[in-house]
Antibody, heavy 123, light 108 residues
Framework: EVQLVESGGGLVQPGGSLRLSCAASGFPFSNYWMSWVRQAPGKGLEWVANIEQDGSKKNYVDSVKGRFTISRDNAKNSLYLQMNSLRAEDTAVYYC????????????????WGQGTLVTVSS | EIVMTQSPATLSVSPGERATLSCRASQSVSTFLAWYQQKPGQAPRLLIYGASTRATGIPARFSGSGSGTEFTLTISSLQSEDFAVYYCQQYNDWPPYTFGQGTKLEIK
């Protein structure tokens, strides 16, 4: 079955750290750009970061630059998000998402999503 | 950053009727526009990409149109399972990828 399964969410104090994981199965993980997208409670979707197939290119939304690090292990079919210096405004469900791409390896829309993992930043 | 604006915020429609949802980009995104459906407690699901191409398994009652800065998602005859929140997203100019704030489609 083609799927993405996130884990690692939980309650963390402001200033703390958390590492999210996403396990991919049913498709050639190493062929795809991958992203993290988050959704604050009752709010819309916000793209957080993405990573190229071999991990050489990474991009972030400004609000997490310098605090979050996206990485991947293609041997383990896994995507990660290391979150440091967490703030209350980082509270959200974090989704792992696969990105479709064109013939030039330009990443496009999100064609497969995990079920999400909730991160709560609170004292 | 490209700002995506959806309207209306909430749309009340009766089952069997047509629903028309709008999405506007702050600058041209050509046809690099996707639509997603999200039901409560679930992850988003891709409906439309390239502004008008249905994703795999999406029923023909869903259609997308537009280019440049103005886009429309039309659901021709609403079924009970279609009541959800819908988001548009541009992938023409990134980072960041940006989403609209969503349109909640509710039963009238």
């Amino acid at each position: 079955e083609v799927q993405l399964v996130e884990s690692g969410g939980g309650l963390v104090q402001p200033g703390g750290s958390l590492r999210l994981s996403c396990a991919a199965s049913g498709f050639p993980f190493s062929n795809y750009w991958m992203s993290w997208v988050r959704q604050a409670p009752g709010k819309g979707l916000e793209w957080v970061a993405n990573i190229e197939q071999d991990g050489s290119k990474k991009n972030y939304v400004d609000s997490v630059k310098g605090r979050f690090t996206i990485s991947r292990d293609n041997a383990k079919n896994s995507l990660y998000l290391q979150m440091n210096s967490l703030r209350a405004e980082d509270t959200a469900v974090y989704y792992c998402a696969r990105q479709s791409r064109d013939g030039y390896n330009y990443p496009y829309y999100f064609d497969l999503w995990g079920q999400g993992t909730l991160v709560t930043v609170s004292s | 950053e490209i700002v995506m604006t959806q309207s209306p915020a909430t749309l009340s429609v009766s089952p069997g009727e047509r629903a028309t949802l709008s999405c506007r980009a702050s600058q041209s995104v050509s046809t690099f526009l996707a639509w997603y459906q999200q039901k409560p407690g679930q992850a988003p699901r891709l409906l439309i990409y390239g502004a008008s191409t249905r994703a795999t398994g999406i029923p023909a009652r869903f259609s997308g149109s537009g280019s440049g800065t103005e886009f429309t998602l039309t659901i021709s005859s609403l079924q009970s399972e279609d009541f959800a929140v819908y988001y548009c997203q541009q992938y023409n100019d990134w980072p960041p990828y940006t989403f609209g704030q969503g349109t909640k489609l509710e039963i009238k």
